[in-house]
């Protein structure tokens, strides 16, 4: 039996699609800003709570509990410092394009979800850190800011309130790292993106030594629908736990390649069939499925037809929801290519400052590649497993795990497929 | 036993050129440089480095010249290693010129998947570029193969920087399109003609917002 499909009224982000008008006035009409004046009348307190009760979980990859993460900022009159919301919109992990979208096509979702979230923690300047390379959708975003400003939405008496939020958006300029909440910020303030260790975490020491929250472009819009609506609009998509709507980007083999917005714990097959327009060549013809971005190790067609796409469901089987990223191989992708090639994105955006990860990031490459091609011995294939082990939890952020998770999925699901290549060689 | 190999490709990295310009920015740049200060708190202007190294590559030719980053170094009164630091870490800064049109084309695993090796053959073929990073014969265009642009649903994708400011995403090409586009740009075509996203007329990079 497969899901309903979302309706217009049941999603977070109805234009999407890109049928409408991506300005504050078919923005306005979709129902865009209704009801803003009386969430920022909510108790501060009273709209955390409601989030938590929502389950929503960070959309950004690590699926942190968004309203666990808003009620560590201290509060303003205790921590007697500025605080920040940072937007992360640096998109960046291969397979993902789901911020891209919600940049272009409905900017002001997340615009919105800018006004609610600074009043939230107390906020009354939020950065949005956007990859450098997202010019035009920029400059829709700082379009659809220059609207709302124009309307009193953002400024220094919003929705006639008194209260103060500005927004700026701030141009990254092409490395994955500043992707990391620590790396972003260390890039905002003017340096090198790389990542900080924590503690302290950023709600007490962030952006300028001030409280921070850091939250992905699509947390950030799902916010002010989950605080408009009853909690069950948004509760009764998905499993416990695993909450809401979604956004899944379904690229590579499939006949219909694009950003869908359907309930969580959706099948992964349904979801491959239903709205990608399936596999190319028949689901016979599936080799292997990326679940959530290059980082999460792959799916065989197996799992792929029987997994469910949510945070637990995608951790039971070893993997990750991530970014929600599905990345399709059917069997005439050279597959061991695709992993290579994954590997050197990794080697290439390694940000240098932990050795293991500088060294150990290339050497993983440069031996996978080898071992690809057929050169070396089937010795080096444990080698290469046990190496990424000795990588892996050894740097002060997540980025080498990223990087070697991929590697061990595919030595998990294909290592026939490398030893073929090099006893060919060999013989 | 673990084995060592030594086939490692190391890549010696950009020297930057000092050319003795003494660059200043213009009237329409430092007027952006205001507005660009004014969206970070005043002591934390160290922040603009990122901005102002966008204003400088586009103001000069899209390519940072240790001149230019020494301005942005003078303007936010910082020492020249700060803005360098940074200018050599992110890749859409060019220590080295580039063409009129930076062709940059990703190659990573959706695009790959959906036929990327065909874009790069077409983009090799018209702009007679042999390898990653190099120039054309007749400086019109660089090609460069990058990593994942986000763009994956509508792979393969090459996104064609202008010396002089914009960028803009060409997506769901095949080698017959990138050679339709190519030539409309040798031509002198407007570059958002055949973009996949029409950009507002506001500027992210020096705004024309703020309060």
């Known amino acids: 039996m497969t899901l309903p499909r979302l309706k217009k009224e049941d999603m977070c982000f109805p234009n999407l699609d890109n049928s409408g008008d991506w300005g504050i006035k078919g923005y306005k009409q979709r129902g865009g800003y209704q009801g803003l004046k009386e969430i920022l009348q909510m108790p501060v307190a009273e709209r955390i709570e409601k989030l938590k009760a929502s389950g929503l979980r960070g959309r950004g990859g690590a699926g942190f509990p968004t309203g666990m993460k808003w009620s560590f900022m201290p509060k303003p009159e205790v921590s007697n410092k500025p605080h920040y919301l940072v937007c992360n919109a640096d998109e960046g992990e291969p397979g993902t394009c789901k911020d891209r979208d919600i940049l272009r096509y409905d900017p002001h979702t997340l615009v919105e979800g800018m006004i609610v979230g600074c009043h939230t923690l107390g906020a009354k300047v939020g950065y949005i850190y956007v990859r450098g390379e997202y010019y035009d959708e920029s400059s829709r975003l700082v379009a659809a800011i220059e609207e709302a400003r124009k309307e009193g939405l953002l400024g220094k008496n919003i929705c006639g309130l008194g209260i103060e939020v500005e927004v700026h958006v701030h141009l990254g300029a092409g490395a994955y790292i500043c992707g990391e909440e620590t790396a972003l910020l260390e890039s905002l303030e003017g340096k090198k993106g790389q990542p900080r260790l924590k503690p302290p975490f950023p709600a007490g020491f962030g952006l300028y030594g001030c409280p921070t929250t850091i939250n992905n472009v699509e947390t950030i819009a799902q916010v002010p629908p989950i605080l408009k609506n009853k909690l069950e609009w948004f509760t009764r998509w998905g499993r416990p736990g695993n909450s809401g709507t979604k956004i899944f980007s379904v690229s590579g083999s499939v006949n219909k390649p694009g950003n869908f917005e359907a309930p969580m714990s959706i099948p992964l097959r349904e979801l491959i069939d239903e709205y990608a327009g399936g596999v190319i060549g028949g689901w016979e013809n599936l080799q292997a499925v990326i679940p959530g971005g290059s980082s999460t190790p792959m799916l065989n067609a ?126 | 036993m673990p084995t060592i190999r030594i086939n490692a490709s190391v890549s010696s990295g950009q020297t930057p050129r000092a050319l003795g310009l003494g660059l200043q920015w213009s009237k329409k740049a430092a007027a952006s440089v205001k507005e660009i200060l004014g969206r970070y708190p005043v002591e934390r202007s160290r922040s603009a480095v990122i901005p102002l190294l966008w204003l400088a590559q586009r103001e000069f030719g899209g390519w940072l010249s240790v001149d230019a980053m020494q301005l942005v170094a003078d303007t936010l009164e910082l020492p020249y290693i ?113 973009a996949d996203t029409s950009p507002a007329k506001h500027d992210p990079i020096c705004g024309g917002y703020g309060g």
Request: net charge neutral.
């Open chain 1, 302 to 427: 197996e799992q792929a037809g029987r997994v469910l796409m949510d945070f637990d469901a995608l951790k039971a089987e070893g993997t990750g929801l991530g970014t929600a990223a599905v990345v399709v191989m059917n069997k005439q992708v050279d597959l061991l290519r695709v992993m290579v090639r994954i590997a050197e994105f990794y080697k290439h955006e390694s940000c240098g400052q932990c050795t293991p990860c500088r060294e150990g990031v290339g050497w993983v490459y440069r031996l996978m590649e080898r071992l690809c091609r057929g050169e070396g011995t089937l010795e080096e294939v444990d080698q290469l497993y046990a190496l990424t082990k000795k990588i892996e939890g050894r740097t002060i952020c997540a980025f080498a795990d990223g990087a070697m998770w991929p590697v061990q999925g595919t030595l998990k699901h294909f290592r026939g497929l490398i030893e073929e290549r090099v006893r060919k060689n060999v013989a």
């Open chain 2, 82 to 194: 700060r803005v360098y630091e940074v200018a050599s870490f992110y890749t859409m800064f060019n220590l080295k010129p580039v063409g009129k049109f930076h062709v940059q084309v990703c190659t990573n695993c959706s695009c790959m998947i959906r036929g990327s090796d065909a874009i790069v053959a077409a983009v090799k073929d018209v702009t007679g570029i042999e390898a990653s990073g190099e120039n054309s014969a007749d400086g019109m265009f660089t090609f460069t193969e990058v990593e994942c642009l986000g763009a994956c649903v509508a792979a393969p994708m090459m996104q064609v920087t202008l010396a002089d400011g914009p960028l803009h995403y060409y997506t769901h090409l095949d080698a017959g399109k990138v050679r339709e586009i190519l030539g409309h740009l040798k031509k002198g075509g407007e570059a958002a003609t055949f």
